[in-house]
Nanobody
Framework: QVQLVESGGGLVQAGGSLRLSCTAS????????MHWFRQAPGKTREAVSR????????YYAASVKGRFTISRDNVKRTVYLQMNGLKPEDTAVYYC?????????????WGQGTQVTVSS
């Protein structure tokens, strides 16, 4: 089992920045990729970004590319999501997730989520 704990959410004005953190514990050696998803009220959960632990290869949704940066600290087993230029439409609960292989269609483990609210 892998446990994921997010932190760093909060309330920020449009144009501001936040950095989310996700720290993994447990059988972390089994993790292949770390993901950030978000879910806004009344909307389906969407993938925001992901990073492969070993290679550092990243992916960004078009809606956040150029504004968000994902990174990882292998020693601390922590993944970060630096969010700059925040917009009201970025308001959502942000979830950290982990999968255990490239062939996985969905993450195996999820965090509890952290609220990000961007005021206009």
């Amino acid at each position: 089992q892998v446990q994921l704990v997010e932190s760093g959410g909060g309330l920020v004005q449009a144009g501001g920045s936040l950095r989310l953190s996700c720290t993994a514990s447990g059988r972390t050696f089994s993790m292949y990729r770390m993901h950030w998803f978000r879910q806004a009220p009344g909307k389906t959960r969407e993938a925001v970004s992901r990073i492969t632990w070993n290679s550092g290869i990243t992916y960004y949704a078009a809606s956040v590319k150029g504004r968000f940066t994902i990174s990882r600290d292998n020693v601390k087993r922590t993944v970060y999501l630096q969010m700059n230029g925040l917009k009201p439409e970025d308001t959502a609960v942000y979830y950290c997730a982990a999968d255990t292989g490239a062939a996985k269609l969905a993450p195996d483990y999820w965090g509890q989520g952290t609220q990000v609210t961007v005021s206009s």
